[in-house]
């Protein structure tokens, strides 16, 4: 069955999107309202990745308190200004947390499970990652 959702026009460039979840988001070309419609495909990507990379590293048994991704993104300089690069930085932050598990997390994510990286990269969408661990 198809995912359903819709976007409505509020007014000037300002739409509120409901997912098929239900839930709704605001999104501001202007960026005054909400996130731009690109800047939601970049933070989806980084959401995506996350979410596979903190359930990787529950289920490996490290210590995390924390998981921050950091996103860089390039776009085209000509209409349409696709994204060309995107670069995702993963900051972990926990006890005795393992370099080796969150290489093999973020390797996962982005090989494996991560839907929406593998979208962009089979898009042509040059997409890398990099990993720190910071012990608390």
Known sequence: ????????????????????????????A????????????LLGLGGCASYDVVGILQKSRQDI???RCEL???????VP?????????FVVTGNDVKE???????????DKYCSASKMLADGGVHVT????????
Do not use: C
């Open 81 to 89: 200004a696709v994204y060309t690069d995107i670069h995702l930085h």
């Open 30 to 41: 202007n960026k005054v309202a909400g996130a731009s419609p690109m800047e939601l495909v």
């Open 100 to 110: 080796k598990q969150v290489e093999k997390a973020v390797a996962l994510s982005s």
């Open 129 to 136: 990652h990099s990993f720190e661990v910071v012990a608390s």
């Open 1 to 28: 069955m198809p995912l359903q959702g819709d976007v409505t026009w509020k007014e000037d460039k300002h739409f509120i999107g409901t997912a098929p979840s239900g839930k709704t988001v605001d999104i501001d």
């Open 72 to 78: 860089s993104a390039v776009r085209a300089d000509t």
């Open 65 to 67: 308190e924390d998981v």
